[in-house]
């Protein structure tokens, strides 16, 4: 057949002295089959790969809707394993646990609440390890759901973080979690210094064999996390966030932090929130060639995903798929996501 003849390949007659050129440029014959085109994502999306956040109040029999967030609900803790259930016979295989206080007072510039034996973190821990011994028990280890001031450690006088203070809260609290029997720790404060902390005392206390240390490593200051802040109840009373979350242009500061949280002892690697950071995601998977890396869809992403879907822009599902298979081809192997529910139900049809 003619060189100007060929179809498939591009036509690249023009300057082609034999057939032998046109071989770089035939990329249609390696994805022209359903089957070769999975061949050629080096990552598939499984059911394994998803955390599904949980958001569990204080209220015991709360089952409530979130703003912004369609189809999550906040749930106290006799409400939690029913919810859960569903999605365990759907193939659910990971959770990761954010407490929620809706008594105020029971907040303080301490975030004494964080590590109650009686509050939502522990109890959920302690439900979920009886009750669902095949879910990996994830939990977010931050004072700003518990603190009266809503920001992520201890403060000094003038409003700003004290670090030292907040590695050593932080620290503590990681370890009240892990002594409860879940498997995976969470910090997501960006306090410098914290995984080493919780590292040094899951090891002082013989159980650092037994606790993954998911750091938030790369957590950027966004404005895609006010869904999260109010399900969680956790916007700060005053200022922001931005002298400790990570700002959104620091690609160098994101790789350093990357780096860090490696040296510290982390098991694996986050990067948030995920879609904005296809960049850092690519950059962990780089630094962290031998860690698994992490991705948070946050509920910001969510939350425009079913917007734009609402408003018939595109199709649910599909452009949840992209979202998700983006994240997973910048490097990810892990995804949290609110889509988790969706993702059970889409992957058996």
Known sequence: MPASQIVGCRNLNAGVDSLSDLIPGCLHSGFGHPLTRSWQSERQILKSSFIYPVFVSDIDDEEVSIPLLPDIPRLGILKLAPHLQKLVEI????????????????????????????????????????????????????????????????????????????????????????????????PSDMNDGRIRAIKLKLLEAGIAHQITLM????????????????????????GDRKAYQLPNEGRGLARRALARDI???????????????????????????????????????????????EAGIFDLKASAFESIEAILRAGATIVISYFTPNFLRWLDE
């Open 215 to 238: 750091a938030y490593s790369a957590k950027f200051s966004s404005c895609l996390y006010g869904p999260f802040r109010v399900a969680a109840g956790s916007t700060p009373s005053f």
């Open 263 to 309: 040296r510290e002892g982390a098991d694996i690697i986050m990067v948030k929130p995920a879609g904005s950071c296809l960049d850092i995601v690519r950059s962990a998977k780089e630094i962290g060639q031998d860690l698994p890396v992490a991705a948070y869809q946050v509920s910001g992403e969510y939350a425009m995903i079913h917007a734009g879907a």
């Open 91 to 186: 193939g659910l295989r990971s959770v990761i646990i954010f407490g929620v206080l809706n008594d105020q007072t029971a907040k303080d510039s301490y975030g004494t609440a964080a590590d109650d034996p009686n509050g939502p973190v522990i109890k959920a821990i302690r439900t979920i390890r009886q009750q669902f011994p095949e879910l990996y028990v994830v939990a977010d280890v931050c004072l700003c759901e518990y603190s009266d001031h809503g920001h992520c450690g201890i403060l000094n006088e003038d409003g700003s973080i004290n670090n030292q203070a907040s590695v050593e809260r932080i620290s503590d609290i990681a370890i009240a979690y892990a002594r409860e029997g879940l498997h995976c720790l969470a």
